[in-house]
């Protein structure tokens, strides 16, 4: 009950768009960047301007990369709103007794969403470390999304199937291969938000305790 109290107040408080929603505003964008892009291409290849495959596909998969660059931007838009409202139910459910014994459980275990944020800032950050291996081994970096393209073009009687370019692997020597660490909690930082949830759940226990001796004192006993 209590979950499902805090999660309704967070979807009225924090103003997130659906998965459904995201895509959608995606889509218009897509269609003028890539695909508006992609007929700039056919038109270039009808003029005589470009005239081999390589060229072409040089073309298209600049296009298809800016186009993973927006869709990615925006699901980082929308990850983020999800992570705010995440934050908003968390702090609503701290009304609650329960939810204020489990927050101080979680941080003195380093347990719970704090330690899975952590793990993913710190995989955020080995991306990078790995993008830079990747860069220097391969020469070249390729993103990815949610979404990928595909289509066909005609070059002198010949259909070039054309895609989104996908991640190149490292299959050289991999004895410098960068390893993942994940960084050590911060146990006074700890301590500190699990004291914030200790004493919210004191004050609650003596609120209750000083309306029990109120009520007993109205008691009548005779």
Known sequence: MRANVSGILSNKL??????????????????EQVWGRIGKVKERIKSGELTTEEAIKKETDQAFEEGQEVVRNHYAVYENAMK????????????????????????????????????????????????????????????????????????????????????????????????????????????????VDLAGLSLWNLVVAVLAFWAISRCDVR
Do not use: H
């Open 14 to 31: 924090a103003n997130v768009p659906s998965e459904y929603q995201t895509a959608a505003r995606v889509s218009p964008i897509l269609q």
């Open 84 to 195: 705010r409202r995440a934050n908003v139910a968390r702090n609503l459910s701290r009304l609650s007794p329960t939810a204020l014994f489990q927050c101080a459980s979680e941080s003195l275990a380093d347990s719970g969403p704090r330690r899975e944020e952590r793990f993913l800032n710190d995989a955020e950050a080995y991306s990078a470390t790995y993008d830079s291996y990747i860069l220097e081994k391969v020469g070249r970096l390729v993103g990815t999304s949610y979404w990928s393209f595909s289509t066909d073009i005609r070059l002198n009687e010949k259909n070039i199937y054309i895609s989104s370019p996908s991640p190149q692997e490292y299959q050289g020597d991999t004895s410098d291969f960068p390893r993942f660490t994940e960084s050590r909690p911060n146990l006074a930082w700890n301590m500190q938000e699990a004291f």
